[in-house]
């Protein structure tokens, strides 16, 4: 079971549609996922086709110790793949943990119990480095960070990479980053480009291929409560993430399987 963290600690930068949507393309190319929502926000949910206002148990009964990882899990049928939801309730788990034993490690022991169900689980990060992104790195083999080619998009890395670094020290000493995903990206932007270029310098290898476009279809879908491959299987924007869901899978050493 690989596990991978999608993190950046600024909102709006395509965390959430990249979670739901690798989820999606890894399922439709036969892998088990499980997608987990850890931001308050609940837009994984919501965009995975759950109702996060009646999805109970969360997230936060997990880290709490109430109920198992199986308990809260449900089933994205759009998405075929797995869901364990969030609602605003988890803005309350940074007060509740902070007292408790092992804070840091609750999500990392939640998940042990599934590590034979799933070939894949994504945790979708909340755009702060607070309690809930140190639960998911200490959990994570990798950390996936979506990015925008902007002109500050590389200062804002510093605190990541820091906080990943913390981490490795001392709850996780095997965590690395799994690529810089470029996304949101439009070709014709000179600044963009230059951007790109810099990251590409910057991190080498560690960035994906694969770019992700600005699509409008992948704003649309999860107003329907769909990933983009259900909604337009077609648009740009499904097939960027369907390479992803393969590059992301030639990295683990791994190959497609017919879906299930
Ligand atoms: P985050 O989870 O980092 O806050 P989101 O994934 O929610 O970011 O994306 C922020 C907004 O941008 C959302 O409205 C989303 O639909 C939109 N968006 C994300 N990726 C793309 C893209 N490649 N093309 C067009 N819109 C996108
Ligand atoms: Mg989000």
Known sequence: MKILAIANQKGGVGKTTTAVNLAASLAELGQRVLLADLDPQGNATMGSGIEKRTALPTVYQ???????????????????????????????????????????????????????DYDFVLMDCPPTLNLLTVNAFAAA???????????????????????????????????????????????????????SDQIKRH?????YDTVIPRNVRLAEAPSHGLPVLAYDRQCK???????LAEETLKRAGLTAREAA
């Open 141 to 195: 083999q990798t950390v996936l960070i979506p990015m925008q080619c902007e002109y500050y998009a590389l200062e804002g890395l510093t605190d990541l990479v820091a906080t990943i670094k913390k981490v490795k020290q001392r709850l996780n000493p095997n965590i690395q980053i799994e690529g810089l995903l470029r996304v949101m990206f439009d070709p014709r932007s000179t600044l963009a480009q230059q951007v």
């Open 203 to 207: 991190f080498g290898d560690k960035v």
């Open 62 to 116: 997990i880290l709490l110790n109430q109920v198992s990882v199986r308990e809260a899990t449900l089933r994205s049928g759009p998405g075929h793949f797995d869901v364990i939801p969030a609602n605003r309730e988890l803005a309350g788990a940074e007060i509740d943990l902070v007292n408790l034993e092992q804070r840091d490690l609750r999500l990392k022991v939640a998940l042990e119990q599934v590590t034979d």
């Open 237 to 243: 924007g499904a097939k960027a993430y369907m390479e």
